[in-house]
């Protein structure tokens, strides 16, 4: 045997104060750092992202003790590294190749976070992580809070998303099933926790982010937290320990929820700003009040766990009284729906309806709608997707042209509103089992490890977030995967029998951490090709051509396999009015992405005449209802 290969039969030392810190700063960091740029939604969020993860890693192979990973974590890095590699060889297939590249590097991201995760999350620093992600959304939440609450001084109103709370993510349901799973983290920590003065905090924080999920009025971070309670009860082997401490730290938050519901002028876009900051100072000191009597419930709960011990009476009839309760619900919803044939009926109709109109009216409104607007359309569509390309996939992001080509209506959309069937159709059958085994495998951790007092807050959170993203695009926020993948990398930890050191050669460190630099350095490639093309936007949204162009140019050279720096160096020179050499860019542009609409009708721009008719037709058939070639038209 070799050094390389011996496992050392010595535990690992006792870890150092700062590594367990570090875990809980790092983790806080990660998210809060991510929800702030948008949610870390947009490519640049994606370099910087990667290449600081992939330099902790690289640190942390060359100068920290490594734990043998067990099974179950090597079978979740193997699916994030399948899934990754089979993104980035998408990109040989795809009808949108530019697209594919854009989610082969977010991947990166996913990789290079999950790696992490399972080399510095230990059994000691469960907690911390925990705690540290959970601190990240509450301070991101908070501050979307507290824009609704002081609009006079932080008020944010942005056009796409109307009066429904969503910065600084940038998308209303996203924020929404962030601060779920910071709710749920909260009160999981308020009944879990060792410490009083850590319950006391998850107790007061739950009552802060339960009115953020109100203020976004989205209906699937709801339905996903209610899931996912379900489901960690169905999980936890102290169930009625866990119920009860979610009753008593839980009835503030729902309280602070129930008081915001009742400022009217909070709910409306057309309310005078005087009186929605009157209303929301009003709120703000009941939600300060609130948070203080979570903290005191959470307190109270935690003293009379440790010294009270009720009878097996009491916890046979508090059992009973939850049963009668949970069949009591469902026999009143069949009196009041139909019997469950009828029920479902019912249900797919309503969730096949179009959206609510609420606009300036009462948003709180749309909260008991059941409509997924359009989501079956986009579904459908994604369907029809796999079925044209049921071996591949059509190539990792590439969904949105194939919608626009296919879509019914007038509807723009990027993604399809459901994570697995949108990896069906882009990825085939083989991308879509290698997110089946990277997500699932922390499930199957869950079930081992389902004594230890944490896995039920971690399971709920990983549900919540596993359950939303059927009905939306939250793989695309990185902020909310990076946030599931700690959870589910303490899944994984609280799963692992034993720690035992892996002992690794020089040699071998250096190998490893060599790998993890290389793709540090293939990061910052991308990275600084993205920032060219943002820089690009960004002059020719200030009229700044000359500047469009250069860091156009400067993109080429970055990222020459795109189609991006043509385009924009194609924008740049059509807003100088030189035609002749925005024709040629966006020749160049299509050569290397012919199935971009937006292209062609950028070349339209650029010609006249029999080319430019000849340009209009093939945007218009590779986006039959669009707006803008109908508003170039009349132009």
Known sequence: MTEATVDAVARPRALPSRWVAGVSVGSALAVAALGAADGGYFPTAWGWAALVTLWLVAAVILLAQIVRPSGLQLAFLGGVVGLTSWTWLSAAWSIDAVESVHEGQRMLVYLAAAAALVLVVRGTTVA?????????????????????????????????????????????????????????????????????????????????????????????????LGLAILAAVALEPRRLQLVAGLVIVGAPAAAGVLAASHYEALRREDSPLAVTAGEGHRLALVLLGLALLGALAATVFAVLERRVVPPRSVRRAFAAVLVLAAVGTVAAVFVRYGDPVTLTDKAYDSFNAPPPRVSEDDLGERLFSFSGSYRVDLWKSAWRDYREHPVLGSGAGSYEQHWLQDRPFEHKVRDAHNLYLETLAELGPLGLALLLVALGVPIVAAVRARRHPLTSVAFAAYTAYLIHAAVDWDWELPA??????????????????????????????????????????????????????????????????????????????????????????????????????????FREAIEREPGDFELWLDLARATDGAERADALARAEALNPFSPEIEEFRAG
Do not use: M
Not at 158 to 167: K, T
Not at 490 to 504: D, G, S, T
């Open 128 to 224: 911390p992580a925990l705690g540290g992600t959970l601190a990240g959304i509450a301070l991101i939440s908070s501050y979307g809070l507290a824009t609704r609450l002081f609009p006079d001084r932080l008020g944010v109103f942005d056009p796409v998303a109307g009066y429904r709370l969503s910065e600084p993510v940038g998308y209303w349901n996203g924020l929404g099933i962030f601060a779920a799973i910071g709710v749920l983290l909260a009160v999981g920590l308020a009944v879990r926790a060792r410490s009083i003065a850590a319950r006391s905090l998850g107790g007061a924080l739950a009552v802060l982010l339960a009115p953020t999920v109100y203020f976004t009025f989205g209906r699937g971070p709801w339905i996903a």
């Open 480 to 585: 909310l995967t990076v946030a599931a993948l700690i959870c589910a990398s303490v899944l994984l930890v609280n799963a692992r029998r034993e720690e035992r050191l892996l002992a690794l050669s020089t040699r071998t460190r250096g190998a490893a951490a060599a790998a993890a630099f290389a793709v540090a350095a293939f990061a910052f490639v991308t990275l600084t090709g993205n920032s060219a093309i943002a820089a690009s936007d960004q002059a020719a949204d200030d009229g700044n051509w000359t500047k469009a162009e250069a860091e156009a140019r400067k993109a080429k050279r970055w990222a020459p396999w795109s189609s991006e720096p043509w385009q924009r160096l194609g924008e740049a020179h059509l807003g100088q009015g030189a035609f002749v050499q925005a024709e040629s860019d």
